[in-house]
């Protein structure tokens, strides 16, 4: 198994920009772990935002991040990012990595999860 803590979270004007970091403890290899982000809206269901393959060679977005997220990740820090560009207050949401060995959309196929991070993004 691995763990993961998020961080970056915090309060943000419509339109600007945070970068949000998980970091993973695990025995393997992290190469070995597809990483994904996952959001949670007050009195909304979790949403798929991004997902990164083992090696960092490709990644899948949601549709309501695409072209404003990037994921990327740094195998040999066990670190995942998620660069979050032109936030809006719909982005407000607690952000959650998670980690597994397919590279999905689904949140039931990861395993692994952090405890969350706030993000709020302001008008």
């Known amino acids: 198994q691995v763990q993961l803590v998020e961080s970056g979270g915090g309060l943000v004007q419509a339109g600007g920009s945070l970068r949000l970091s998980c970091v993973a403890s695990?025995?393997?290899?992290?190469?070995?772990?597809?990483v994904a982000w996952f959001r949670q809206a007050p009195g909304k269901g979790r949403e798929f935002v991004a997902v990164v393959t083992q090696t960092g060679s490709g990644a899948s977005y949601g549709d309501s991040v695409q072209g404003r997220f990037t994921i990327s990740r740094d195998n040999f820090k066990n670190t995942v990012f998620l660069q979050m560009d032109n936030l809006q207050p719909e982005d407000t949401a607690i952000y959650y990595c998670a980690a597994g060995p397919i590279t999905a959309r689904t949140d039931s196929l990861f395993p692994s999860w952090g405890p969350g991070t706030q993000v709020t993004v302001s008008s």
């Open positions: 695990t025995r393997a290899a992290f190469n070995v772990y597809a």
